[in-house]
């Protein structure tokens, strides 16, 4: 006979308070436990009806087991604890802050899990508790808000922004009246006419013209002036075209729009951490806790995701987490943040810039504590955006001359300098008192004869990588290759649509809109920490330390980090384009693109360049309403009219993957090919149900190195697209 049965106590408590309308709170809980309870259970003992003694004594002791449980509200399995707050502040109800907006929100979560228990209870496994923080920070400003606020700025906006949108042909209206004005006093005259903006002429009796003073009162109403009397003039009062500007006017118009060339800006902060440790000796009880030693383990400032980085060290001391061998599984520390600002920019009307800075970066520690030290060991990734023009157009050499850079050239000489100046952080710092380092150098001061900076090392060749291929100085570059939130520089995107608004384009264009993209983003693709590596002397900086030489066993100087390569990608898509559609439906578009993507590989000693270069034109044609004779489900014949859409795409492509080899100085291409590319189609819509295509579709490849072959593919073929769907 086998069974089973499960005989739980689930409690879930949900509490959700609204501090003020833009703060609030929110608290949850999920407590799991079961319910112990004897072996004889009242299924088994019916089995053994025949000894009604045996059968009473178990039942009681089944009862009492269940009882005793039930008093301490059984014994639990697992434990979820959420807490989130966010608050919205209310800018909006502020007097001239409404342009502003900004969010805050902070999540923690807190899980206690019990582990499989052995049947000596002291030599139980413990269980697994983690803990997760993750707060966010949000902020804009709309200056389009405050900048509205202007009557003068708000016209000028509507007026550049709306002409590309269809208005009706203005026609002036005239309002004429004779009056008589008396000297310097003024005239209120009536002229319906629905609108301020308004010109008046004045002419005598005799056909003179007279200079007068207008003032606009309401849309109906205006008043007139005149230096001296006048009898019997004539006012002639006309609309005038709001959308019409002077030259004075446009030129404060550019003024006023560069000046107020900032619209948007938002920022998004995230950051995260998280611990999670296997071995928790204590029990959950009241919200996750159990009193241990008059202190609640592992503590409410831990389930509220409040710890730093010494709590495995803290509960160790606490005598917190088991002492048994079996316990493997490291404590893993993990840490996350993350940055992204954006900031729109139009200068002038129809120019719009898109500014864009990232920075990511991500760390995890894995922690053993089972010795009497901890032994720690970081693994991460790093990236951010950056700038690096000033190598963007270098030359790049030919197989004729090896493929000859003077980028490349820089970086070989720069890494005597950074060299100088990595070593130059030594000078005068002491060997730390540690174990790793041999016990006659324990506290004496740094002597480069026992191990000095190496040219090779990732502490020289990262920036001196850096300097070359951005084109920065190398007295001044950075030594730190996590570049800190100051040094992420914005990539960019920027659009003009313009020109389709010149008088002579817009007669004959739809649209016209030239197009740019930058991109580059710089990355450490992932790192560790080294096992061996002390911090100089008493200093707590990363970038100053010592790490064991495994042949000698003496102290190197190094960073704490073992970096393998790190990564400049850069992406001109494109680098410039323009698209245009005329009002005869013929479109055309030509894009120059450009890519980069150099990688330095510290172990091996070696630069990876990728460089691609595009030239893309296309043209496309619609036929519209072109007739098709087809016949019917009756057997006569029926007139199809649909737009026929052809289209021609041709590009070319230069492709070179070159390796270079610091040691050697050696530089040979591993891959490239130049591909051109033909593309054209025809599309039309022979019915509801079914599409037709026709293309063709041509590649070239010619390779770069005498190992490949070339390659030519063309395709030709229709395709015919049929609608399944049934109607209804």
Not at 114 to 132: D, F, V, W
Not at 144 to 171: A, P
Not at 648 to 660: A, G, M, P
């Amino acid at each position: 006979l086998t069974f089973s049965k499960d005989f739980t106590w689930d409690r879930n408590f949900d509490f959700k308070y609204d501090l003020t309308k833009n703060i609030k709170f929110s608290f949850q809980t999920a407590m799991n436990s079961t319910v112990d309870e004897g072996y004889y259970t009242p299924e088994i003992m019916k089995l053994r009806h025949e000894d009604y003694l045996f059968a009473n004594n178990a039942y009681e002791a089944w009862k009492d087991s269940i009882q005793s449980s039930l008093a301490t509200w059984g014994t639990p399995y697992t434990y979820q604890q959420l807490f989130t707050a966010s608050w919205n502040v209310p800018f909006s109800r502020i007097p001239y802050l409404e342009a502003l907006t900004a969010n805050a929100s902070y999540n923690a979560t807190y899980n206690w899990n019990r582990t499989m228990q052995t049947a000596n209870m002291e030599s139980s496994l413990g269980n697994i508790i983690s803990s997760t923080r993750s707060w966010q920070v949000d902020g804009g400003i709309n200056f389009e808000t405050l900048y509205n606020k202007s009557k003068y700025w708000k016209q000028m906006n509507q007026h550049y922004n709306q002409r590309s949108v269809r208005r009706r042909t203005f026609r002036a209206k005239t309002y004429t009246e004779v009056v008589t004005l008396a000297a310097g006093e003024a005239k209120e005259i009536t002229h319906r006419l629905g609108t301020d903006m308004i010109k008046a002429t004045a002419t005598t009796s005799d056909g003179k013209t007279v200079k007068i003073k207008l003032k606009p009162i309401t849309n109906t109403k205006a008043s007139v002036e005149s230096r001296n009397a006048v009898e019997n003039l004539t006012i002639t009062i006309t609309t005038v075209d709001k959308s019409q500007r002077s030259p004075a006017q446009v030129t404060a118009d550019m003024f006023a729009y560069v000046g107020t060339m900032f619209r948007k800006l938002q920022v998004t902060y995230r950051n995260t951490n998280s611990l999670t440790l296997p071995g928790f000796a204590p029990q959950a009880g009241f919200m996750g806790q159990q009193r241990f030693d008059n202190l609640y383990a592992p503590g409410f400032d831990f389930a509220f995701g409040i710890f730093d980085d010494n709590f495995v060290e803290k509960a160790k001391q606490n005598g917190w987490l088991s002492g048994d061998t079996m316990v493997v599984q490291p404590a893993t520390r993990s840490m996350t943040n993350d940055f992204d600002a954006k900031l729109t920019l139009e200068p002038l009307p129809g120019l719009k810039i898109q500014l864009n800075s990232k920075r990511y970066e991500a760390q995890s520690t894995s922690i053993i504590y089972s010795y009497s030290e901890l032994q720690e060991n970081m693994t991460g990734s790093f990236n951010t955006t950056y700038i690096a023009l000033g190598t963007a157009f270098s030359r790049l050499g030919t197989a004729d001359d090896n493929f000859a850079s003077e980028i490349f050239d820089q970086f070989l000489s720069n890494r005597d300098v950074i060299g100088q100046r990595v070593q130059a952080q030594y000078i005068g710092t002491r060997y730390p008192k540690s174990n790793m380092i041999p016990a006659e150098l324990r506290g004496k001061v740094y002597n480069p004869t026992y191990g000095a900076v190496g040219s090779n090392t990732a502490d020289v060749l990262i920036p001196a990588f850096i300097a070359a291929y951005t084109g920065r100085d190398v007295y001044n570059i950075k030594l730190n290759p996590f570049m800190g939130l100051l040094q992420s520089l914005p990539n960019w995107s920027v659009t003009f649509d313009g020109l389709g608004k010149l008088p002579w384009m817009k007669d004959h264009f739809k649209s016209i809109n030239l197009t740019h993209a930058y991109t580059c983003k710089y990355a450490i693709g992932s790192y560790s920490s080294y096992s061996t590596w002390v911090p100089a002397g008493e200093l707590s900086n990363k970038q100053i330390g010592f790490v064991r030489d495994v042949t000698t066993d003496m102290p190197i100087p190094s960073s704490a980090y073992d970096i393998s390569s790190v990564t400049l990608s850069e992406n001109f898509t494109p680098l410039i384009g323009l698209n245009m559609t005329m009002k005869n439906s013929l479109s055309a578009k030509v894009e120059y693109r450009k890519q980069r993507n150099i990688s330095l590989n510290v172990n091996s000693v070696q630069i990876t360049e990728g460089h691609t270069n595009e030239f893309v034109i296309g043209a496309g044609y619609t036929i519209k309403d072109l007739n098709f004779i087809a016949k019917s489900k009756d057997g006569g014949q029926k007139k199809v009219s649909n737009d026929l859409k052809l289209n021609v795409d041709i590009s070319y492509k230069d492709i070179k993957t070159l390796l270079r080899k610091v040691e050697e100085g050696i530089t040979q291409a591993s891959s490239g090919n130049k591909v051109l590319g033909i593309k054209i189609s025809a599309d039309y819509v022979l019915s509801q149900k079914i599409n037709l295509q026709l293309f063709y579709d041509h590649q070239g490849t010619t390779p770069l190195i005498s190992s490949s072959y070339p390659i030519k593919a063309d395709n030709i073929g229709i395709n015919i697209k049929l609608m399944l769907t049934q109607s209804r």
